[in-house]
């Protein structure tokens, strides 16, 4: 439940977490519903790190990077679009 | 672009990176997903035929990704099983990725640790960044 962990890259996932969930769940044998509350409880704080309202969800990941350094940041998915705080009218959390 | 993902257990790749997955899958990446152990200990009857239900779990959980290679390490003693980690590198190397999705280095799961050193072994040319999940 990512204690003691710092992650320094974001995904939106809001649009797959459906499926995440369904998936979680095709694992019978481990009792998945604990793992899909669980994961549903840290992708919705993922997200609401990035300031996404309710009905929001992302994944967070370190980049562990080797000899020669490389930004590698356009490869990946994209995070929470960004959302400026307390910008009335706005969607955001705060 | 080639992303490797494995995860420990049966399950590990849907918890923690199936979003990631799902949003590169849907981008046009090539997803090659590996499990590393058999999932054996993982429950209350544990054993051979636990190790082949979540063998067909595995395969339900990720359909929509792929169909992922099942290492069939054993589970809870991956730091001593004498072929893990040759199997581990040739599947990464063989996959020739762009980008590489595993574990954290510090888990409840502590041989993943033995993963780290194990990136060191590829060709530079390979692997340009592990990304790694809590």
């Known amino acids: 439940m990512g204690v003691g962990f710092t992650p320094d890259y974001y995904i939106d996932i809001s649009a797959h977490f459906a499926a995440k969930q369904k998936a979680i769940m095709a694992h019978h044998s481990q009792d998945p519903s604990r793992f899909a509350s669980a994961s549903a409880i840290m992708n919705r704080f993922r997200a609401a790190q990035c300031n996404a309202p309710d009905g929001h969800y992302a994944e967070a990941y370190r980049l562990d990077h080797r000899f020669p350094f490389t930004d590698i940041r356009d490869l990946l998915p994209p995070p929470p679009p960004y959302r400026p705080f307390y910008v009335p009218g706005s969607d955001a959390l705060i | ?134």
């Not at chain 2, 923690?16 to 990446?29: N, Q």
């Not at chain 2, 359909?63 to 990464?92: V, Y």
């Open chain 2, 1 to 134: 672009m080639n992303i490797v993902a494995i995860g420990a257990h049966p399950d590990d790749l849907e918890i923690f990176a199936y979003g990631f997955l799902a949003a590169a899958s849907s981008r046009g990446d090539n997803l090659i997903l590996g499990v590393a152990t058999d999932g054996a200990a993982g429950g209350v009857n544990k054993g051979a035929e636990l190790a082949r239900q979540r063998a067909d779990e595995a395969r339900n959980g990720l359909a929509a990704l792929g169909t992922p290679t099942l290492l069939d390490l054993p589970d809870g003693q991956l730091a001593d099983a004498p072929n893990a980690r040759n199997r581990i590198r040739d599947f990464i190397r063989n996959a020739a990725p762009d980008l590489v999705i595993t574990m954290r280095l510090k888990t409840i799961i502590p041989i993943i640790a033995r993963w780290r050193p194990m990136f060191a072994t590829l060709p530079d040319s390979s692997v340009r960044c592990c990304f790694v999940t809590p």
